[in-house]
């Protein structure tokens, strides 16, 4: 899969390493208050999360920051 980029952000998969920065994402009330799933408690949740409903997904991609490469 080819990453596209532009000035400022990348749109790439999603990696094992973006465990972390997903986990902030999805616990965070806010940032979930209009998405079909709940606000994740622990990382173990997030990474079942990962394996069930993004590893391998086809449209299922990352919005990062160029600068950290981080998802947003």
């Known amino acids: ?21 997903l986990h902030i994402l ?15 408690n622990s990382i173990k949740e997030t990474g079942e999360f990962y394996e069930n409903r993004i590893r391998g997904q086809q449209y299922c991609f990352a919005i990062c920051q160029k600068e950290n490469n981080s998802p947003i």
Not at 26 to 39: A, E, G, H, Q, Y
């Open 1 to 21: 899969m080819l990453n596209i980029e532009t000035d400022k952000f990348i749109l790439r998969k999603f990696s094992m390493q973006d465990m972390y920065d």
């Open 26 to 40: 999805l616990s965070d009330k806010s940032v979930n208050t209009f998405l079909p799933w709940f606000t994740h």
